[in-house]
């Protein structure tokens, strides 16, 4: 297996929301922060996963888990658009 500098498909996607929390709040002068938690999962050896909540203004809104923290960020960004009507769900 190569090594590719190609992000794959989740990575991608993952910088989709994110990037648009980060447009969506700059246009309206808002502050966009992050509350990022790593977690281990005891049943688990060797297992992690990220809680990340999206802070707007010093409010926490949008939260999102995963194994993978750009994924997680993603999946509160995602959450906080649909909280700010910005996107459907």
Do not use: F
């Not at 648009?20 to 996963?49: A, C, F, M, T």
């Not at 909540?53 to 923290?69: E, Q, R």
């Amino acid at each position: 297996m190569s090594s590719s500098s190609t992000p794959s498909p989740a990575v991608v996607a993952a910088r989709s929301h994110t990037r648009l929390l980060n447009n969506v709040l700059q246009s309206n002068r808002q502050d966009l922060g992050w509350k990022e938690e790593l977690v281990e999962v005891s049943h688990k050896p060797q297992s992690i996963y990220w809680n990340v909540t999206a802070v707007v203004d010093g409010d926490p809104m949008g939260s999102g888990s995963a194994p993978k923290l750009r994924v997680a960020k993603d999946r509160a960004a995602r959450e906080t658009l649909i909280l700010l009507g910005k996107i459907e769900e």
